[in-house]
């Protein structure tokens, strides 16, 4: 480590403080406690926005979709011991969706190490699996560098979250802050640019393609190349399916496109996915919620795969055409050598396949439907609002249902299924985004998880609004026991609160509605409600998400379709 | 099928749980795991042995390559690689059998390390196979205990090599 002995000498929390700023970091969401005073104490006479939460989880969720919401790294604090185990689920979360974020947590006197102190626990050994790195600083002269290189960890290459813990007599330990320099380490050089061969093998493959389909994941956001895949898919005529992560990657209107794909997916997707002689996958890793079985995936297709990480390619499915490089970079030198081709029978077959196999739901129902609260809402805010959700039938629906338009605009708990993600990420995306109408569409299992975060909305006056689907079950845990346990529900019935009240006793707005035709008059209030707002929707309690690919089957043999077919 | 692998690592605490953890995370079979410094004091060189198919190994490779504290990643597949274990062997020997327990060390060019009234150590390197082999020959005097170092491995010289 390179020291310049007249750097200037201050106290560790004093270097952390001085780094954050020289990252641009101006939002930050943690909670306190003892080995994080000297950090607390420093923060107070700075600039940047501090945003407590009522459960280190929920901060941790905070920083995760502040960093989806502005492609910066979201940063968490916490304290030793629980305030660290707390971090752990959001933690996971923000690395199963490569999400970028520096979390900071205390930990105890560098000489009480091992001992079992009061709030010790092994920080960088709980987390080690769940970052993309972790690192604990022992010297307080180090600091400087290890914090520098923990956000270019985060934020280079495939992000994910990293996790730096930091002892208490080194943040209170005098060092020195040395100027940044060249961050170099051995073995840690991402690969952004793709290889000239590759890139014209997936042209090549592309130009020859009959029948190929875009399968866009998270990583098109992340990398910000949504106009790069945009221009592919309209220069070569390729329609497009995204990932659950990959939503508003590509423009839901556009007739190229063919919406989501996967277990919950639609029909047409999965069925040109199934029939394609070509899927070009991009920034996306081949979930078993997107393949269905993974042998009887895709049967008759070369299989392309751009992503920047070496690891993804091959893991899941066997490759025949890899690029690892950076979308943003390889997805023009790729446009650049592709022909247009009118794919004209392929087109008609799947348009043939949108026409039988919609989304839809019974319409002429009594009780309020799930879906039809969610294109109310897309109704009502012109589809122009962020959306986040919980996790569970909710978040399927909200992706069915609303249609996206932009990249960021969808925040959802992909990879890890995080129920309780809702609430605290819509309160970090209008952190991000002071003017945008930022809605929670969530389930009440989901909301019952972190519904406390409502008074971190009123505190810092974040006029979040959440959308509760509310059935009075575990919505996804009971139609898997209606579907495979002979519909013996098994602890998945709840007893909720009255959500409405809950919210005005925290000091935000409720709303409870039970018929459909208080649907639009709620949604408009809540709507125009000046401040958090909850509206709590008793919807039918047994609506099934349709269609679905059961465990264990092929992507297009969907369960549901005739179900559809039914509805008028 | 068993795989050599060795990984450069930056030698740092915690770098060999990271490193163990990721195999046990993603359910690879370790054969065995032998890590020393290099002669550079800020690395120390892992050689791990794998068990699994092609896939697997190219799975290994690339996530030891995901680890920021791994430096660089060698696998020898398809190449000739020396590969050697170093065992200390604890025998049970009463002092008639010396002789005849010395005889059978020097065939495998091993050393006696120590001896006791009713034991003799001995230290042996060489390749597995041998090693289980002088364990087989050894078996029937009755063995008290064993220790091994594990396999590590470096490729030979090939012509085109930069040396």
């Known amino acids: 480590m390179k ?38 104490d420093k923060l107070y006479d700075t600039d940047i926005r501090f945003i407590t939460p009522r459960h280190e989880q929920g901060g941790a969720h905070m920083a995760d979709a502040y960093a989806r919401c502005t492609g910066k790294t979201g940063v968490c604090i916490a304290t030793s011991g629980p305030g660290a185990t707390n971090l752990t689920t959001g933690i996971a979360n923000a690395m199963m969706d490569s999400v970028p974020m520096v979390a900071l947590t205390g930990q105890v006197r560098t000489e009480l190490i091992g001992g079992d ?63 940044p320099s060249e961050i170099d380490m051995p073995g840690y050089k991402p690969r952004v640019e793709g290889h000239k061969k590759q890139i014209e093998a997936a042209a090549d493959a592309i130009n020859k393609s009959e029948r190929p389909v875009l399968y866009v994941g998270g990583g098109v956001i992340i990398s910000n190349s949504s106009r790069e895949i945009t221009a592919l898919a309209e220069k070569a005529n390729i329609p497009v399916t995204t990932t659950l992560m990959g939503m508003g990657a590509f423009d839901q209107n556009s007739p190229l496109s063919i919406d989501m794909l996967g277990m919950h997916g639609a029909a047409y997707a999965n069925m040109a996915v199934q029939n394609s002689d070509l899927l070009i996958a991009v920034g996306s890793r081949f979930d078993d919620r997107v ?36 979308a943003k970079l390889v997805l023009p030198e790729i446009t650049e050598l592709l022909e247009h081709k009118p794919r004209e029978s392929w087109f008609a077959q799947i348009s043939e396949w949108k026409k039988a196999h919609p989304f839809t739901y019974d319409k002429n129902a009594s009780n309020i439907k799930p879906q039809y609260v969610i294109e109310e809402l897309w109704n009502q805010t012109k589809g122009e609002a962020t959306i986040t959700t919980g996790v569970g039938q909710h978040q399927m629906w909200a992706a069915q249902f609303y249609k996206y338009k932009y990249p960021r605009q969808f925040i959802t708990s992909g990879g890890l299924g995080t129920m309780g993600f809702g609430l605290p990420s819509a309160i970090g995306a209008q952190v991000a985004r002071p003017e945008s109408t930022v809605i929670d569409i969530d389930g009440d299992s989901s909301f019952n998880m972190t519904l406390t975060e409502l008074s971190t909305a009123v505190m810092y006056n974040l006029p979040v609004k959440a959308v509760v689907l509310n059935n009075g079950y575990m919505g996804m845990v009971r139609q898997w026991q209606e579907l495979f346990y002979q519909r013996r529900y098994s602890h998945s019935h709840l007893l909720n609160p009255n959500f409405a009240e809950v919210a005005k006793a925290l000091g935000a707005g409720g709303i409870s509605i039970e018929r459909k035709d208080e649907v639009p008059g709620a949604v408009e209030k809540m709507l125009s409600y000046d401040g958090p707002c909850v509206l709590d929707c008793r919807i039918e309690a047994e609506e099934n998400v349709w269609p679905m690919v059961s465990p264990g089957k092929a992507l297009d043999e969907m369960a549901g379709l005739e179900i559809f077919e039914k509805m008028p | ?61 690339k996530q030891l390559g995901k680890i920021v504290s791994v430096v660089k990643i060698q696998d020898f597949a398809g190449r000739d690689v020396v590969a050697r274990d170093l065992m200390l062997i604890n025998i049970h020997c009463r002092a008639e059998k010396r002789a005849e327990i010395q005889a059978l060390v020097s065939m495998f060019e091993g050393k006696v390390v120590d001896i006791g009234p009713k034991n003799v150590m001995v230290e042996i390197s060489g390749p597995e196979s041998k090693m289980e082999a002088f364990i087989d020959a050894c078996r029937h005097y009755g063995i008290k205990a064993t220790a091994r170092t594990g396999t590590i491995a470096m490729p030979r010289y090939r012509k085109g090599d930069k040396s």
């Open chain 1, 117 to 179: 102190a009061f709030q010790e626990v092994d920080t960088t050994g709980i987390t080690r699996p769940i970052t993309k790195h972790n690192i604990i600083v022992k010297d307080v002269n180090n600091l400087a560098e290890e914090l520098r290189q923990a956000f270019y960890i985060a934020s280079t290459g495939r992000p994910g979250p990293v996790l730096v813990d930091i002892p208490v007599d080194v943040s209170v330990g005098t060092g020195r802050l040395n100027p």
């Open chain 1, 291 to 326: 393949t269905g079985q993974l042998k009887r995936f895709c049967p008759n297709a070369k299989i392309l795969h751009v992503d920047i990480d070496p690891a993804s390619i091959s893991k899941n499915v066997q490759v025949h055409v890899p690029v690892v490089g950076d």
């Open chain 1, 3 to 40: 020291n310049s002995s007249n750097a200037p000498q201050m106290q560790g929390a004093q270097i952390i403080v001085e780094i954050l700023k020289e990252q641009g970091v101006d939002t930050m969401f943690g909670y306190l406690g003892g080995v994080v005073l000297p950090i607390f």
């Open chain 2, 1 to 61: 099928m068993k795989h050599v692998i060795s990984a450069l690592v930056q030698n740092k605490p915690g770098v060999l749980a990271h490193v163990a953890g990721m195999f046990a995370a993603r359910a690879f079979n370790i054969d065995s795991l032998a890590v020393g410094r290099t002669d550079d004091p800020n690395l120390s060189r892992m050689t791990i042995v794998v068990v699994g198919g092609s896939e697997v190994l190219e799975q290994v490779r």
